[in-house]
């Protein structure tokens, strides 16, 4: 009879998905957007990328090995992901010491210093990312054009976020930047400049279904935040259509497609319950198109990103839910 009940500390329900299914599969749902930015930009969308992941990797483990003294586990693939998802929000003209000191500021600081997988509180690669923004605004803002925009005269141009927000500042209604600016099928299908993340709204949908498909993610958080963009976004324009672009605009421009889907989504940065992933996409959605309208950069979603990362605390102790048996105390 004592053979019969096996005392062991939990989980008790054991499952075929680790770490490195879940991070893998995240590269795989990114192969299309890579594709479509190597077809748009050439060979150098290829290579900047596998440098990018070849760093985080090898930050990874010398900071682990040496500073932490503990054993490496870039098997995981978090650093593989971490790596490719800065690389998918930079330009890919980017100097490749700049994409160095990123991806170490990525990893080292906003991943490592906090403990590795697991701890960091905010978006590693988003951590790197507004570091080169802030650090070297000339070279983060100077977009490549993609095959079939680049002439003799100019190869770099502004993307539609950023001709969009230097026209307002200047004045000037939308109905003057029109001929500037690409139609949505332009947009969703990536022929516009831009950062390998921004390209080819289409390609970063079918990773987002191969998300679902694979249960990697749940749709709570994109669809709110693109819900909450869509909406308040629209009520913006229909306030004032003349300074204010229409919500297919804000949903297919700059990189809200790949913050909403493969950032926003990040598992230890994000809430744990549904619930607490609604009211946490709604915030994003908010805190873009406020950032994109009024703020003083371009773009918004990576600040919304990491601004709501800081809230995650608070969203999952508002909507811990009740425990078993838990009587509510009154007063």
Avoid at 154 to 162: H, K, Q, R, S
Avoid at 172 to 196: I, Y
Avoid at 261 to 283: E, K, L, N, Q
């Amino acid at each position: 009879m004592d053979k019969l009940l096996t005392v062991s500390m939990s989980p008790h329900v054991h499952d075929r998905d680790n770490t490195s299914r879940l991070m893998y599969g995240v590269v795989i749902a990114l192969l299309p957007a890579w594709a479509a930015s190597v077809w748009f930009f050439g060979w150098e969308a290829l290579y900047v990328p596998l440098l990018s992941v070849f760093f985080a990797v090898l930050f990874e483990y010398l900071i682990a090995r040496y500073l932490l003294k503990r054993t490496p586990s870039v098997r995981d693939g978090s650093a593989v992901v971490t790596g490719l998802l800065l690389a998918f929000t930079l330009p890919v003209s980017i100097p490749l010491w700049m994409l160095a000191v990123g991806v170490l500021v990525a990893i080292g600081v906003g991943k490592m210093s906090f403990g590795g997988l697991g701890t960091n509180p905010f978006n590693p690669a988003l951590v790197g990312r507004v570091f080169l923004f802030i650090s070297f605004p000339v070279q983060m803002t100077s977009w490549p054009l993609p095959k079939g925009f680049a002439t003799a005269d100019a190869v770099t141009g502004a993307t539609p976020l950023g001709i969009l927000k230097e026209g307002l500042r200047q004045g000037e209604p939308l109905s003057r930047m029109a001929d500037q600016m690409p139609p949505n099928l332009d947009m969703f299908m990536g022929h516009m400049p831009g950062s390998l993340g921004e390209v080819a709204a289409v390609a970063l949908l079918l990773g987002f279904l191969y998300l679902l498909w694979k249960k990697i993610i749940t749709w709570h958080i994109p669809v709110t935040i693109f819900v909450t963009v869509f909406l308040f976004s629209g009520l913006l324009w229909l306030i004032d259509p003349a300074h204010n672009a229409t919500p297919w605009f804000h949903l297919l421009s700059g990189g809200l497609m790949l913050g909403a889907i493969f950032m926003a989504t990040d598992y230890v940065t994000s809430p744990m319950t549904h619930r607490g992933m609604v009211w946490y996409g709604i915030g994003i959605g908010l805190l873009t198109v406020i950032i994109r309208r009024w703020g003083a950069y371009p773009e918004g979603v990576q600040f919304a990103i990491l601004i709501m990362n800081a809230f995650v605390p608070l969203i999952n102790l508002y909507v811990k839910p009740k425990r078993f048996g838990e009587v509510k105390k009154n007063g």
